[in-house]
């Protein structure tokens, strides 16, 4: 019966990316200290140097995309701190199983438990409900690809947006020291005015500086790391699934498999099986 195949289950787990969360709290911990140690944190606090920054940052961001890209984008954030569990081993692995219980049961094997197994894992779930549906190799390959994309494109819009703020967040800082420059050139009689115009004056190119450079920059490259191991896991899905549309030997899926994987992530199926 379809509900005694064992079938490892490789499925979308969450963990918590303590990379993300520990390398952004460091950077600013170390700033701090530095500030505390050379004078007095507060000098380095001015709220309108901060509403220069920050809000035309975001402001000039929304002019580039769209409400929905930036609402999107926040939302994909946090995968930079929970983040989807990868192990492209894992993922191999499961396909060369879901092959060879395929080629020894056949694909109606998989209804009911088996599929009901990879429910978390949308894209394979999808790939296999396909499979058993009886589509096409050519209708299933087609998409599917059409999903990696939709998806990567996703992604690299939230990259997009990141990137761009990373590059507007400078700038910014720029403008506000300008402005700041102005008030102060202005007011020269009036000792009173030029300590605040120098603040901002500085501080917005601070803050600029620091809102790329620690903030903006690495969370981009973070989700750009996190969107490439996700398409490949995903093509290692497809070229599975496709394998076991066109009813392909496991040996030939491993070898095809293995061409794809890191080097560091070699799989050994068939002659495991073989020796079991």
């Known amino acids: 019966m379809a509900e005694n195949i064992e079938i490892t289950a490789s499925v979308r787990r969450n963990k918590f990316d303590s990379a ?10 170390f700033i701090v200290a530095a500030v505390t140690v ?9 709220l309108p140097a901060v509403l220069i920054v920050l809000g035309g940052t975001v402001a000039v ?3 580039c995309f769209s409400l929905t890209d930036i609402t999107r984008t926040l939302g ?7 983040s989807r569990e990868r192990d492209f081993q894992d993922a191999a692995y499961t396909m060369l199983e879901l092959a060879d219980v395929v080629r020894r049961n056949g694909v109606l094997k998989l209804q009911g438990a088996p599929l009901a197994r990879f429910a978390r894992e949308a894209f394979l779930h999808r790939g296999l409900k396909l499979l058993i549906d009886g589509i096409s190799e050519k209708d299933i ?6 999903d ?5 494109e996703r992604q690299m819009r939230a990259v997009s947006v990141l990137r761009r703020a990373a590059e507007i967040a400078p700038a910014m800082g720029l403008i506000g020291t300008l402005i700041g420059l102005v008030q102060m050139l202005g007011n020269l009689g009036d000792p009173k005015v030029i300590g605040p115009a120098m603040a901002v004056a500085l501080l917005t190119t601070f803050y600029g500086a620091v ?6 920059n690495p969370l981009a490259t973070k989700l750009e790391r996190n969107a ?14 496709l394998s076991i549309a066109r009813k392909d030997n496991v040996r030939r899926l491993e070898i095809v498999l293995n061409s794809m994987l890191p080097a560091d992530c070699k799989v050994q199926y068939v002659d495991q099986a073989a020796g079991a």
């Open 211 to 216: 809102l790329a450079n620690m903030v903006l």
């Open 20 to 29: 993300t969360v520990f390398g952004l709290a460091g950077a600013a911990l």
């Open 228 to 241: 490439a191991e996700e398409t490949l896991v995903q093509q290692l899905f497809m070229t599975g699934i």
């Open 76 to 82: 994909t954030l946090r995968e930079t701190v929970v």
């Open 61 to 63: 961001t929304t002019v």
């Open 38 to 46: 050379g004078g007095r944190a507060s000098a380095f606090f001015d």
């Open 141 to 146: 390959g087609d998409i599917l690809r059409e």
């Open 148 to 152: 990696i994309n939709a998806s990567n």
